[in-house]
C-alpha cells in the first residue's frame, strides 16, 4: 500500500511534517493530517496522487451534468403541477383529467411524489462519487457528499423548481400580450 501513518513525540514536528514539502517531487511525499483510525476509508488509500486528479476532475464533470440533467425531470413535474400543461403536452389525457379526484391528485400529490422519489436516490448517488474520488476518510466522504447534495438542491429545487416554473409563467403571458397586442394593431 503506497500510504503510511507516521506519530510523533510532538505536536510541532508533526505539524512541520503535515504542512512541508518532503521530497523534491511534490507527488512522491503527500503528507496531510491523519484521521482517526475508525474513521481511515482503507480502500481509498493506495490510489496515487495523480489517479485522484483525474478522478476528482471526472467527478466534477460527472456532477456538474447530474446536476444540469437532473432539470429535465424537474421541468417534466413542473409541467405536471398544471392541467393546463397536462391537456397541452397529453391532449389524449383531457377527459381523465377533468374528473376532481384525479385533478386534485395530480395538481396536489403528483408533483411532489414524482421529485420525493428522484431525491430519495440522490445520497446514494453521490456517496458513490465520492468514494469513487478518492477520499481517504469516512468524515470526508460524508462531508463531500452532503455538501454536493446541497448543492444539487440549491440549483434543482429552488433555482429549477421556483424560479423555472414562475420563469415560463412569465414568459407565457409575455408572448400572449405580445400576440394580443400584435393582432390589435
Same mark, same amino acid.
Given at each position: ?10 505536536? @510541532?514536528? %508533526?505539524?512541520?511534517? %503535515? ?9 512522491? @511525499?503527500?503528507?496531510? @493530517?491523519?484521521?482517526?483510525? !475508525?474513521?481511515?476509508? @482503507? ?5 496515487p ?23 429535465i ?7 405536471? %403541477?398544471s392541467?393546463?400543461?397536462?391537456? !397541452? ?22 408533483? +411532489? ?12 448517488? *453521490? ?20 455538501? !454536493? ?9 429552488f433555482? +429549477? ?5 414562475? %420563469? ?14 400584435l *393582432?390589435?394593431?
Amino acid at each position: 500500500m503506497s500510504a503510511a501513518f507516521v506519530s510523533f513525540k510532538t505536536r @510541532w514536528g %508533526a505539524a512541520v511534517c %503535515a504542512q512541508t514539502q518532503q521530497t523534491r517531487n511534490p507527488t512522491l @511525499w503527500l503528507t496531510e @493530517w491523519a484521521p482517526e483510525p !475508525r474513521d481511515v476509508y @482503507w480502500r481509498n488509500l493506495p490510489i496515487p496522487y495523480f489517479s485522484l486528479s483525474v478522478r476528482r476532475l471526472i467527478m466534477a464533470v460527472a456532477f456538474f451534468f447530474l446536476t444540469f440533467f437532473f432539470m429535465i425531470p424537474i421541468l417534466f413535474v413542473q409541467t405536471l %403541477a398544471s392541467i393546463e400543461g397536462i391537456e !397541452r403536452t397529453a391532449p389524449w389525457l383531457k377527459p381523465l383529467v377533468t374528473v376532481p379526484f384525479i385533478k386534485s391528485f395530480i395538481q396536489g400529490f403528483l408533483p +411532489g411524489i414524482v421529485l420525493k422519489l428522484f431525491l430519495i436516490f440522490l445520497p446514494t448517488i *453521490l456517496m458513490i462519487m465520492s468514494k469513487f474520488e478518492g477520499f481517504g476518510s469516512i468524515s470526508s466522504l460524508e462531508k463531500r457528499s452532503a455538501s !454536493r447534495y446541497y448543492l444539487f438542491n440549491f440549483v434543482n429545487i429552488f433555482l +429549477g423548481n421556483v424560479l423555472t416554473g414562475s %420563469a415560463f409563467q412569465q414568459l407565457n403571458s409575455f408572448v400572449h400580450q405580445l400576440a394580443n397586442q400584435l *393582432l390589435t394593431q
